[in-house]
């Protein structure tokens, strides 16, 4: 499996930005997709995550992000809105071979290279 994270960038606070990761090598649809994020000097953190359920968010960015994917075109994406300084960090896109995952970063098997997000206020 591969995956390439695009789409980070330089914006300011209350801005939107979208990520977006394509995925190769398996059949995406068995995969479970997430985003995490590692600010400078802090520990990588779950962001969202979308298997076959209801996707699920942390408690810091629910209600302004918003993870989709696309099967047919082997995509998922994290539509960022009103991005605070806080925000501010490298976003990782991760797959998991099966559904039901929990948030930890050991439960996941492929990892992104990772896109830069900064926001500044």
């Known amino acids: 499996v591969q995956l390439q994270a695009s789409g980070g960038g330089s914006v300011q606070a209350g801005d939107s930005l979208r990520l977006s990761c394509a995925f190769s090598g398996r059949t995406f649809g068995s995969y479970s997709m997430a985003w995490f994020r590692q600010a400078p000097g802090k520990e990588r953190e779950f962001v969202a995550r979308l298997g076959w359920y209801d996707p699920y968010y942390s408690d810091s960015v629910k209600g302004r992000f918003t993870i989709s994917r696309d099967n047919a075109k082997n995509t998922v994406d994290l539509q960022m809105n009103r991005l605070k300084p806080e925000d501010t960090a490298v976003y990782y896109c991760?797959?998991?071979?099966?559904?039901?995952?929990?948030?930890?970063?050991?439960?996941?098997?492929?990892w992104g290279q990772g896109t830069l997000v900064t926001v500044s206020s």
């Open positions: 991760a797959a998991a071979n099966r559904h039901g995952v929990g948030f930890d970063v050991t439960e996941y098997d492929y």
